[in-house]
């Protein structure tokens, strides 16, 4: 079955404490991206990826790091989270250039930092 | 930047009735996303529009590059439409997806 699986769903943690959201895909698609969910300010943009080793900046990217080494993996780490981040967090991919391609998103992680 | 404006932000049907969604956007764009988030659930992508008119079952979605706008409609509505429906535009240049902030649809019976 085609999807996009995020790990953990829920996380509950504490500042500071370093954290890593896996998504990986089994589509073979190019471009992923990742985005955090807040009451009143909808989905933004946090970090996307055209390709294996290709990865720019967001609306949102700051307190987040991305790697791609693997075209099927685009975690997203918080290296010393902070309350602020508390959100909702979603992981997508397409194929070839993202904009203009459907996107296919996970269940969501739900992050809450103490 | 591009800014996304949904209206209504609550709209409350009847199940039957034809619903409107509407989306404006502020800088010209390559693609325009139509997506459904059920409450408590993942976001499904409905369309993707560039020009022109989609059909889906009983969804519609439409683009107007000129004034810069979307509409989604749904004819007879039915309680399982009921969710958050957000409009998303892709720039010309940039891969960047910029969202409105949604549209929560509730279809009693």
């Known amino acids: 079955e085609a999807q996009v699986t995020q790990n953990p769903r829920y996380l509950i943690t504490v500042t500071g404490k370093k954290l890593t959201v896996t998504c990986s895909q089994n589509m073979n698609h190019e471009y992923m991206s990742w985005y955090r969910q807040d009451p009143g300010l909808g989905l933004r943009q946090i970090y996307y990826?055209?390709?294996?080793?290709?990865?720019d900046k967001g609306d949102v990217p700051e307190g987040y790091k991305v790697s791609r080494k693997e075209k099927r993996n685009f975690p997203l780490i918080l290296e010393s989270p902070s309350p602020n981040q508390t959100s909702l967090y979603f992981c997508?991919?397409?194929?070839?250039?993202?904009?203009?391609?459907?996107?296919?998103f996970g269940d969501g992680t739900r992050l809450s930092i103490l | 930047k591009n800014e996304v404006e949904q209206s209504p932000q609550n709209l409350t049907a009847q199940e039957g009735e034809f619903i409107t969604i509407n989306c404006s956007y502020s800088?010209?764009?390559?693609?325009l996303h139509w997506l459904q988030q059920h409450p408590g659930g993942g976001i499904v992508s409905l369309f993707m529009l560039s020009s022109g008119k989609k059909k889906h079952g009983r969804l519609i979605a439409t683009i107007n590059i000129q004034e810069k706008h979307s509409s989604l409609h749904i004819t007879a509505s039915h309680p399982r439409d009921s969710a958050v429906y957000i409009c998303?535009?892709?720039?010309?240049?940039?891969?960047?997806?910029?969202f409105g902030k949604g549209t929560l649809l509730t279809v009693n019976p």
């Open positions: 998303a535009v892709a720039g010309g240049s940039n891969y960047k997806l910029t």
């Open positions: 800088v010209g764009i390559s693609a």
């Open positions: 997508a991919s397409s194929l070839g250039r993202g904009f203009n391609q459907p996107q296919h």
């Open positions: 990826s055209m390709n294996v080793e290709v990865t």
